[in-house]
């Protein structure tokens, strides 16, 4: 079992754009769901954005028409393109993947370690 990989997080000007990527790696059986989800000091972890294997996506109120989510199924990658960017944008950005391991029974969550995104205004 391997925990997920982000990379893309950094500084932006307010009305800028980023764009995440997460890989889940290992010998994976299947894939339930991937998603992107953040967190403040302080704050509850919060869901920004999430996609199904089958490519249904949910996003909160406050990214929609802002962010979007795609994945690669092939690769096991789920991206978050953010445009438009805010300050309250600012976060650490977690990649969530729920799925199955070979050799493993029932689907888990797993995290990613984080990534940085900050927006200055």
């Known amino acids: 079992q391997v925990h997920p990989v982000e990379s893309g997080g950094g500084l932006v000007r307010a009305g800028g754009s980023l764009r995440l990527s997460c890989a889940a790696s290992g010998s994976i059986f299947s894939v339930n769901a991937m998603g992107w989800y953040r967190q403040t000091p302080g704050k509850q972890r919060e869901l920004v954005a999430t996609i199904t294997s089958g490519t249904r996506t949910n996003y909160a109120d406050s990214v929609k028409g802002r962010f979007t989510i795609s994945g690669d199924n092939d690769k096991n990658t789920v991206y978050l393109q953010m445009n438009s960017l805010k300050p309250e944008d600012s976060a650490v950005y977690y990649c969530?993947?729920?799925?199955?391991?070979?050799?493993?029974?029932?689907?888990?969550?797993?995290w990613g370690q984080g990534t940085q995104v900050t927006v200055s205004s």
């Open positions: 969530n993947a729920d799925l199955r391991y070979k050799f493993f029974t029932g689907y888990k969550d797993y």
